[in-house]
């Protein structure tokens, strides 16, 4: 029985902000941000918006999309690092908008509701949760929704990688779509590269700042607690940048060596495209050139990389600047162009959308393929997840006959153009209130 992808949907907030116009007022070169990493602009959602909105009109166009489905759906499982409250699922909020949006309240009574959460992996973990429940009841169906808000403290250098999507994606036996292949390779580590802190403050060091004092008579929650320490949980992470980068490179080097295990075959050789969580858009590239080179070692293909760029040094200092110059290559730019082009042209006008981003990379392989008339039937994408934290998961997918029909990824360009763009003081103003 086959199991996967039958339908899929994106929110995709309906304005943005040009990330050269951040580039003027962080005074950056705004080349480095458009050529270096391949940004152009930041999806944005207003202040009073959070990720339960998202998930919300992602879910709302699936079911809409698909009218017949929802009485065979058992488990919506939502992954999130924007989550709303400390112990009642986020999706639950999100569900209960949708039953008020459809007129149906009730209509998820038979659900098992679940949030998920480890980084921007936490979709994956949603999705492939959802893929086993169907293996196990292949009459039911199941949805897996991606929903964040990437937002980053102002002049720190996440600010421009910011952005906000929602995506939910249906699971079925025989599904329209995409097959899951049922071999999937982990990379684990417990690190420090990424995290939303709880952070505590003293209250009495507070008032003594607003020039206020304690006042157990007050009628405010916050100055008339009895408690000594306030906590506040972060919405803007602390985060290690080049440490991050070398933990993603990590984890899924490991994944990738794992599920070559199980499959006795090279990803260079299975992977036709490749989806990767790209928290920037050049993310894929300029982590994935250590991958492409260690899986291109053993192939004939080596022997013309060394005739374009001269053989691989021995001396630790000159290999690294050898290979800045194979992921510079002809090449190279070869592999990213035929496998990651869309990818990384979706998540260049939209930013980073956290768990939603491995997801919008898919629609943008869909999209491009659509625009430049490839087909892709039959052919197979490799999903290259990572979170930080940290995980990586490395699996396949295949293309099936009406991958096409895919009204997301039909209108994805378009959608984008839609889009309006706001100014520099409306993005600061919408930035500091949240």
């Not at 007050?218 to 070398?246: L, M």
């Given at each position: 029985m086959q199991v996967g992808i039958d339908a899929i949907s994106a929110h995709i907030p309906p304005h943005y902000f040009p990330v050269r116009e951040l580039a003027v007022l962080r005074q950056i070169d705004p080349d480095k941000l458009e050529k270096g990493l391949g940004l152009s602009a930041m999806s944005l959602v207003e202040p009073e918006q959070d990720a339960t909105d998202l998930a919300a009109q992602a879910l709302i166009a699936l079911l809409q999309e698909n009218p017949t489905v929802l009485p065979r759906v058992g488990r919506i499982y939502m992954g999130s690092e924007s989550h709303v409250d400390g112990a009642k699922p986020t999706l639950s909020y999100a569900l209960s908008k949708v039953e008020t949006a459809l007129g149906q309240p009730g209509c998820f009574n038979a659900c098992d509701v679940v949030d998920m959460t480890f980084a921007c992996i936490a979709g994956v973990d949603a999705m492939l949760s959802c893929v086993e429940y169907v293996r196990l009841n292949p009459d039911h169906c199941a949805i897996a929704v991606a929903s964040d808000l990437a937002i980053y403290s102002e002049g720190s250098a996440g600010e421009y990688t910011q952005g906000a999507a929602a995506v939910a994606v249906l699971i079925s036996a025989n599904p329209r779509l995409l097959v899951m292949e049922k071999e999937l390779g982990i990379g684990y580590a417990g690190v420090e590269d990424f995290h939303k802190p709880l952070q505590r403050f003293q209250r009495a060091a507070l008032?003594?700042?607003?020039?206020?004092?304690?006042?157990?008579?007050?009628?405010?929650?916050?100055?008339?607690?009895?408690?000594?320490?306030?906590?506040?949980?972060?919405?803007?992470?602390?985060?290690?940048?080049?440490?991050?980068?070398?933990?993603?490179?990590?984890?899924?080097?490991?994944?990738?060596?794992?599920?070559?295990?199980?499959?006795?075959?090279?990803?260079?050789?299975?992977?036709?495209?490749?989806?990767?969580?790209?928290?920037?858009?050049?993310?894929?590239?300029?982590?994935?050139?250590?991958?492409?080179?260690?899986?291109?070692?053993?192939?004939a293909q080596?022997?013309?990389?060394?005739?374009?760029?001269?053989?691989?040094?021995?001396?630790?200092?000159?290999?690294?600047?050898?290979?800045?110059?194979?992921?510079?290559?002809?090449l190279y730019r070869q592999f990213v162009a035929q496998r990651m082009l869309g990818a990384e042209r979706a998540s260049s006008a939209m930013g980073n959308g956290y768990t939603a981003s491995i997801f919008i990379a898919l629609l943008g392989i869909m999209a491009q393929a659509i625009t430049e008339q490839e087909e892709l039937s039959g052919r197979a994408v490799g999903f290259l997840a990572y979170g930080s934290g940290s995980k990586g998961k490395v699996f396949r997918a295949v293309f099936q006959g009406d991958w096409k029909q895919s009204p997301a990824a039909q209108t994805l360009w378009t959608r984008l153009k839609e889009r309006s763009p706001i100014d520099t003081e409306t993005y600061l103003r919408w930035h500091r209130a949240r």
């Open positions: 008032a003594q700042e607003l020039g206020a004092a304690l006042n157990p008579a007050s009628d405010s929650a916050f100055w008339s607690s009895p408690k000594t320490q306030v906590w506040v949980h972060s919405i803007e992470p602390v985060f290690d940048g080049p440490y991050s980068n070398a933990c993603y490179t990590e984890r899924l080097q490991e994944a990738l060596t794992r599920y070559e295990n199980q499959c006795g075959e090279s990803w260079l050789q299975r992977f036709d495209k490749m989806a990767f969580h790209l928290p920037y858009a050049f993310q894929g590239r300029r982590m994935g050139a250590s991958l492409w080179l260690n899986a291109l070692r053993p192939t080596w022997a013309d990389l060394v005739a374009e760029i001269g053989p691989e040094p021995s001396q630790e200092e000159a290999k690294t600047e050898w290979e800045k110059k194979a992921s510079k290559s002809q």
